[in-house]
């Protein structure tokens, strides 16, 4: 947790300065990001909200999403995690919308992604999205959990650093 705390410093920082928000949906940091975020003090001028979207209960309830809303898509993949980043950012109204899915471990997923698998998105300002994915080929479930939470942070902070709103233009070096 400690390599995670002066990210969300960073982020808050930037974000703050921006005078921008954030909405975070996460599933297997377990609410690490969510926490590197508030951290710091003054953390709700710039963090509006999220959830661990671990289970369907989560994903028809917090994000009220249906089955039709995922068709053609499944879990643990980019094309999900960039419909999570952008519903997240809908739902909380946030400038910025960051979401994790994937199999921490110590097992893969039902979905056949292996342990340390794990896709991040995030959707800025414009409503554009970009989205990557980990291997981490680890199956030890907390040292995912804080790869995966480290991964989608450096992800975040180097695109608020580049000043990007337009996620089709911003490039990133982690």
């Known amino acids: 947790m400690q390599a995670l705390l002066p990210l969300g410093a960073d982020i808050g920082a930037l974000l703050k300065t921006r005078g921008q928000t954030i909405g975070i949906s996460e599933s297997s940091t377990g609410g690490l990001i969510s926490a590197a975020l508030l951290a710091p003090a003054g953390a709700s001028a710039w963090y509006r909200g999220g959830g661990i979207i671990y289970a369907a209960p989560a994903f028809r309830g917090l994000m009220r999403l249906e089955r039709k809303d995922m068709e053609g898509l499944r879990s643990a993949t980019e094309p999900y995690a960039a419909l999570m980043a952008r519903t997240i950012r809908q739902r909380v109204r946030a400038d910025w919308g960051l979401s994790e899915t994937?199999?921490?471990?110590?097992?893969?997923?039902?979905?056949?992604?292996?342990?340390?698998?794990?896709?991040?998105?995030?959707?800025?300002?414009?409503?554009?999205?970009?989205?990557?994915?980990?291997?981490?080929g680890d199956s030890d479930r907390v040292a995912n959990m804080l790869?995966?939470?480290?991964?989608?942070?450096?992800?975040?902070?180097?695109?608020?650093?580049q000043g990007a709103d337009s996620l089709d233009t911003a490039a990133h070096d982690v």
């Open 102 to 136: 994937g199999a921490a471990g110590p097992a893969g997923n039902p979905y056949g992604d292996a342990a340390g698998h794990c896709c991040m998105g995030l959707a800025g300002p414009d409503g554009d999205t970009l989205s990557w994915t980990l291997e981490t």
């Open 147 to 161: 790869r995966f939470a480290e991964f989608a942070l450096l992800h975040l902070r180097d695109t608020l650093r």
